[in-house]
Antibody, heavy 126, light 108 residues
Framework: QVQLQESGPGLVKPSETLSLTCEVS?????????WGWIRQPPGKGLEWIGS???????YYNPSLKSRVTISIDTSKNKFSLRLSSVTAADTAVYYC???????????????????WGQGTLVTVSS | EIVLTQSPGTLSLSPGERATLSCRAS???????LAWYQQKPGQAPRLLIY???SRATGIPDRFSGSGSGTDFTLTISRLEPEDFAVYYCQQYGSSPSTFGQGTKLEIK
């Protein structure tokens, strides 16, 4: 079955760039679906960050768009997140997940998230 | 963006009881594009329901979803010990996709 695994530094300094990778197993990401990032600050709710498909087409949450870059490497079956100029407010568990989508009359709709990776805690602190 | 408000914040029930969780949207969710997730401590969320009422693969039939427009409900017909967790709703009919703040279902 499809499995996702996040990896990257657990500690990032303020003003620096957070970089995470999600490795996918059990499914070739070149075959389709969108692949997304979601985060959850400690003790709080969930926030969608952005998503990418196998062609590199991306969608970002407007609240983070100016600082986010998501990329994909289909040859290595992984996709990545970069979040620049981080502050303590970016401290969170970061999850990657797969999500289906549809395209109707040229409009792409991204659906639910399933499955999810186990998540990785990133702390922003000096 | 659409704001989802879940109620109650905490629900205290006993195993065997029925649980009813609410998710209300600040504006209509198109095509009933609403999902429910279960999250246990230290774990990632797990998809339960999509399209407001369709159960995800492997989800027991004691979980059911209903609703449309701005009001949605997750019902657990008879609580099992493993059902005590935090539940989130997500709307994906309008970008950006947003989540509710969660309902904690705790053992009474």
């Amino acid at each position: 079955q499809v499995q996702l695994q996040e990896s990257g530094p657990g500690l990032v300094k303020p003003s620096e760039t957070l970089s995470l990778t999600c490795e996918v197993s059990g499914y070739y990401i070149s075959r389709g679906y969108y692949w997304g990032w979601i985060r959850q600050p400690p003790g709080k709710g969930l926030e969608w960050i952005g998503s990418i498909d196998q062609s590199g087409s991306t969608y970002y949450n407007p609240s983070l768009k100016s600082r986010v870059t998501i990329s994909i490497d289909t040859s290595k079956n992984k996709f990545s997140l970069r979040l620049s100029s981080v502050t303590a407010a970016d401290t969170a568990v970061y999850y990657c997940a797969r999500h289906p989508h549809s395209i109707l009359r040229g409009v792409t709709t991204l659906y639910w998230f399933d499955p999810w990776g186990q998540g990785t805690l990133v702390t922003v602190s000096s | 963006e659409i704001v989802l408000t879940q109620s109650p914040g905490t629900l205290s029930l006993s195993p065997g009881e029925r649980a009813t969780l609410s998710c209300r949207a600040s504006q209509s969710v198109s095509s009933s594009y609403l999902a429910w997730y279960q999250q246990k401590p230290g774990q990632a969320p797990r998809l339960l329901i999509y399209g407001a009422s369709s159960r995800a693969t492997g989800i027991p039939d004691r979980f059911s979803g209903s609703g449309s427009g701005t009001d949605f409900t997750l019902t657990i017909s008879r609580l099992e010990p493993e059902d005590f967790a935090v539940y989130y709703c997500q709307q994906y009919g309008s970008s950006p996709s947003t989540f509710g703040q969660g309902t904690k279902l705790e053992i009474k």
